[in-house]
């Protein structure tokens, strides 16, 4: 448990349609999020469109490489434009 807390999003920022953070990692790892997996989310690390992976069969995850790193995720509902 103690090692499953050593790599957590802080400063998280939430929204009705985005949640934003910093992590600080000392290797590659996966990110994985308690939010469920949708087509609508997408994720920018430090700025750059990245892919957003399926994890745990439900929840949404990001590899991540190692260093200090900016997760900036919003959702926009699919095929739903102005019309």
Request: negative net charge; aromatic residues 6%.
């Amino acid at each position: 448990m103690d090692a499953a807390r050593e790599d957590v999003l802080q400063q998280v920022e939430m929204s009705a349609n985005s949640v934003s953070g910093d992590i600080d990692l000392e290797a590659d790892k996966l990110l994985c999020l308690s939010l469920p997996y949708a087509p609508g989310w997408h994720v920018r690390v430090d700025g750059e469109r990245t892919e957003l992976l399926c994890t745990n069969v439900m929840y949404s995850g990001v590899m991540l490489t190692a260093g200090r790193h900016r997760i900036e995720l919003n959702y926009r509902t699919p095929y739903l434009t102005a019309g």
